[in-house]
Nanobody
Framework: QLQASGGGLVQAGGSLRLSCAAS????????MAWFRQSPGKEREFVAA????????SYADSVKGRFTISRDNAKNTVYLQMNSLKPEDTAVYYC????????????????WGQGTKVTVSS
């Protein structure tokens, strides 16, 4: 089970940190990712991290502004979002899979419920 939190309303240029707490499985074995979905759009890849935290990947649209990290001792993955833009407004979902990470939704087995991020201009 994945539980995402940390969303909210923020002004453009501001920051938020999302958290995703995992339970019920061996968290440290799993690659983790964040996706987001805006109204009327498909769910899109944001960032991913390997089980060890040694490798990460980002969508071009967030590269240099967002940072994904994880704390396996706390079974939690984070998404630090800086320099937020109105176009970052979406529901953000965390996801996990056994093995390496991918940037496509179909490769992920487990999903959190989503946390809403709204960036005002």
């Amino acid at each position: 089970q994945l539980q995402a939190s940390g969303g909210g309303l923020v002004q453009a240029g501001g920051s938020l940190r999302l958290s995703c707490a995992a339970s019920g499985r061996t968290f440290s074995r799993y690659a983790m990712a964040w996706f987001r979905q805006s109204p009327g759009k498909e769910r899109e890849f944001v960032a991913a991290i390997t089980w060890s935290g040694g490798s990460t990947s980002y969508a071009d649209s967030v590269k240099g502004r967002f940072t994904i990290s994880r704390d396996n001792a706390k079974n939690t993955v984070y998404l630090q979002m800086n320099s937020l833009k109105p176009e970052d407004t979406a529901v953000y979902y965390c996801a996990s899979r056994d093995g390496v990470f991918y940037s496509t939704t179909s490769n992920y087995d487990y999903w959190g419920q989503g946390t809403k991020v709204t960036v005002s201009s």
